[in-house]
């Protein structure tokens, strides 16, 4: 499955808030599924990037409010469009920079995150590394020791 670095916290924006674009300087012709890669990197978390968010989703954030991760595979979408940036402020979009916007439709979060190592552009995930449930705690035994 095909992943994108976001930087936090847009890559938060995109999964839990209202931000269906993501910037990009270069077009892309793929549609499709897309994973949502939380980057490592705090340097994003500006006091302007928090204020954007804020005023847009009316809610606060913080770099270590829960469900706020880095370095990890976060949200699942679908990438329905690239559009230039006048042509997303023409349809209402909000979070334009530009000069491109991927248009992310079906945004949701990964049921936990899972760490993961990003690269820049779009990369290639082992659909199996998602598709895998959770790990399963060994039940106790009468003793209080696992099986």
Known sequence: MRALTVCQPWAWAIVHGSKDIENR????????????????????FTPDAI???????????????????????????????????????RRGYRYVSGPWCF??????????????????????VPDALIDTPPAKAAEPTLFGGPR
């Open 25 to 44: 300087t270069w077009h892309t012709h793929f549609r499709g599924t897309l994973l949502i890669h939380a980057g490592k990197s705090r340097d994003w």
């Open 51 to 89: 204020e954007g968010i804020e005023m847009l989703d009316h809610r606060r954030v913080s770099p270590n409010m829960p469900g706020m991760a880095y370095g990890a595979l976060i949200g699942r979408c679908r990438l329905i469009d690239c559009i230039p940036a006048d042509v997303a402020v």
């Open 103 to 124: 248009v992310l439709a079906d945004r949701v979060a990964l049921p936990r995150p899972i760490p993961y190592v990003g690269r820049q552009g779009f990369f290639d």
